[in-house]
């Protein structure tokens, strides 16, 4: 099998490898994209939850504060009783520190329930904030999970596709030469080059011109001293002529 006929095969190779690429960057992105959805979502859910038990715990505790507060205004109303019929000042003044510690501890637990008032209102400020987003992110799943999930299934059945084609190419290659192309494939993502005139196509660098003259030949494949790139030589495509595109142009501005 001459070189020639080994080109196109490698060429094919390269072109389906450049197409299995893109496929498994587009089903990456696609699947990243739903997942992290997906994972935000679960974040926002779990924030959720665990402030919801907190704002619960905080009314909770309010509540219990709320019940302290009508006791010791009970006690404190007791405790006057008590003054107020204390016979001497021995338990005139034991009834007055009574008031005076139960006060106290009054004024202690309304401070508790402000601050637990104030930080129960930014709590459901904060839930209600939070809920706002998963509720429209968890929209935003729902109107592109079917979307996302035609566009992977498809890409997916193209990789499908391609990687038979790969199979087809790589049995059409000599062996020797389908290892050196993988070699080269997990330094560069696009092994091969062409060259026409003594420059690699796939680095654009200028190749010695001993080995452009050799390689003239198409006896066998070269590397590129600069890229690594299996490089191979294919005449330049033919372009018309000047004068016949300025022929053709004048016709058809006579026409």
Do not use: W
């Amino acid at each position: 099998m001459s070189i020639r006929d080994q080109i196109a095969p490698l060429e094919e190779l390269a072109t389906i490898d450049d197409d299995l690429r893109r496929l498994e960057e587009q089903i990456g992105k696609q699947r990243g994209s739903l997942e992290g959805m997906r994972a935000e979502a679960k974040v926002l859910e779990d924030r959720l939850r665990v402030d919801r038990e907190m704002l619960s715990q905080m009314e909770k505790t309010r509540s219990e504060l709320s019940v302290e507060l009508r006791q010791m205004t009970q006690q404190i109303e007791r405790s006057r009783e008590k003054l107020a019929r204390s016979r001497n000042e021995r338990e005139s003044n034991a009834a007055q520190r009574e008031i005076e510690e139960l006060r106290k501890l009054h004024r202690d637990r309304e401070e508790e329930i402000e601050r637990l008032n104030t930080a129960t209102e930014a709590a459901k400020k904060s839930i209600d904030a939070t809920d706002g987003k998963y509720r429209t992110l968890v929209q935003q799943i729902e109107g592109t999970a079917e979307g996302t999930t035609r566009q992977l299934d498809a890409a997916e059945s193209q990789r499908a596709t391609r990687v038979k084609e790969r199979e087809l190419a790589v049995k059409k290659l000599p062996t020797t030469l389908y290892r050196r192309y993988e070699s080269v494939r997990t330094r560069r993502p696009h092994p091969i080059a062409a060259t026409h005139d003594g420059t690699c196509l796939g680095c654009h660098l200028t190749i010695p011109p001993m080995m452009f003259q050799k390689m003239l030949r198409q006896a066998e494949f070269e590397q590129c001293p600069h890229c690594r790139r299996i490089l191979y030589y294919t005449p330049a495509p033919v372009r018309a002529p000047e004068g016949d595109a300025a022929e053709g142009s004048s016709t058809s501005s006579r026409a």
